[in-house]
């Protein structure tokens, strides 16, 4: 059985998808403060088998505990639970250190108590900055974060690589996600942002549907090839199996020291205005924009080096930007249309 915290949220609800898809049993724990129940009904609807569920919030040390005592079969964990805005995390860094870092503890408490040992961790190339060289690769130099969310990943990092030293028999892998997009292909699960969406492509898809006046594009005077910024969209479907072929590695014994890294994109930067104009063309829809100033704390590019994820989990992005953000539209019209 396979463990995912915040299971219902973005990218633990397709995970647990994919991991129900290779043949794992899956045991959900969220608190629920930013997602929905339905989504449970909804991964069954997908995979036709439901997964286990427990309301929980991993601050709660006794119950996170007594979860491992309930379900003793938990032989891995995919650590998703964490509040991830950007500009929240400056607003309240005290909650986002207690949330992301408090949580991390008492999970790595109890599966130590437990001796559950397999770990994947929910990284990001926020950890990069902005990095010199590009892409960057697993080795690239780490850089001060810009905000408390960034600083909670350095740190969580910080605390598996201690850990993993002082205990040679824990496993873990941190994959550094690049930008995550798209929905899952029935439609029936994406992001679902709260209120306003501070990320890119729900704001895009929401100003198509009708529920946003424009999109802002923060800043046209980048040093990039049309003054936009670069990011490398991963479609979370793709980013969902690097979960799995992450788990199977631990479980099959094959990481090659107790502590890995891999980045987890595409390989290809893509610019705001690449996003704004591939959505245009496979929706045929116009899209209200206009440009604005720089947003700040955003980075002007980054892109990852993907080929150690790709030798070494033998894993490769698959669906293009194109199916991506049809991805992306079909779900937040399937969505608004059922609720
Ligand atoms: C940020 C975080 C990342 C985190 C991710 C998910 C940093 C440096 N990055 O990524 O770690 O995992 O959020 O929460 O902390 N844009 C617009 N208009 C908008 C929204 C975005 O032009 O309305 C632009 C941004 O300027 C940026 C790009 O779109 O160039 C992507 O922005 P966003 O989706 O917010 O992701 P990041 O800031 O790259």
Redesign the pocket.
């Known amino acids: 059985m396979i463990l995912t915290t915040g299971g219902t949220g973005y990218i633990g609800s397709h995970t647990v998808v994919e991991l129900q898809k290779a043949g794992f049993e899956v045991l959900i724990i969220d608190n629920l403060s930013n997602s929905n129940a339905e989504i449970i009904d909804r991964i069954e609807q997908i995979t036709g088998i439901r997964p286990f569920f427990e309301l929980l919030d991993l601050k709660n040390k006794e119950k996170t505990f007594d979860l491992f005592k309930k379900y003793p079969k938990i032989e891995a964990v995919v650590h998703f639970a964490a509040s991830?805005?950007?500009g929240e995390s400056v607003q309240k860094p005290l909650m986002y250190y207690e949330n992301n870092i408090g949580s991390l503890l008492n999970i790595l408490q109890a599966m130590e108590k437990y001796h559950c040992l397999h770990f994947v961790f929910s990284s990001?190339?926020?950890v990069y900055g902005q990095p010199d060289i590009l892409p960057v690769t697993e080795k690239s130099i780490r850089q001060p974060a810009?905000?408390p969310?960034?600083n909670t990943k350095m740190i969580s990092e910080d605390i598996i690589k201690d850990f993993a030293v002082s205990n040679k028999s824990f496993q873990a892998i941190a994959l550094r996600?690049f930008?995550p997009i798209g929905a899952h292909e029935s439609g029936l699960i994406g992001e679902l942002p709260n209120g306003i969406p501070?990320?890119?492509?729900p704001?895009v898809t929401q100003t198509a549907f009708g529920l946003r006046p424009k999109?802002?594009?923060?800043?046209n005077d980048y040093n990039t090839p049309d003054g936009?910024?670069i990011?490398d969209y991963i479609n979370v479907v793709d980013l969902a199996q690097a979960h799995v072929v992450a788990i199977k590695r631990l479980l099959d014994n094959k990481n090659k020291n107790n502590f890995e890294f891999f980045n987890i994109g595409t390989g290809k930067g893509i610019s705001?205005l690449e996003i704004v104009k591939t959505f245009e063309k496979v929706t045929d829809l116009k899209l209200n924009y206009e440009i604005i100033g720089r947003?700040i704390?955003?980075?002007e590019k980054i892109w990852a080096e993907t080929s150690l994820a790709n030798e070494e989990l033998g894993w490769k992005a698959q669906r293009n930007l194109e199916e991506t953000l049809l991805s992306a539209w079909n779900w937040e019209c399937n969505y608004r249309k059922t609720n």
């Open positions: 991830k805005a950007v990001s190339c926020t810009e905000s969310y960034g996600y930008n501070n990320n890119l492509v704001f999109l802002s594009i923060f800043g936009s910024c990011r705001v947003r704390g955003d980075i």
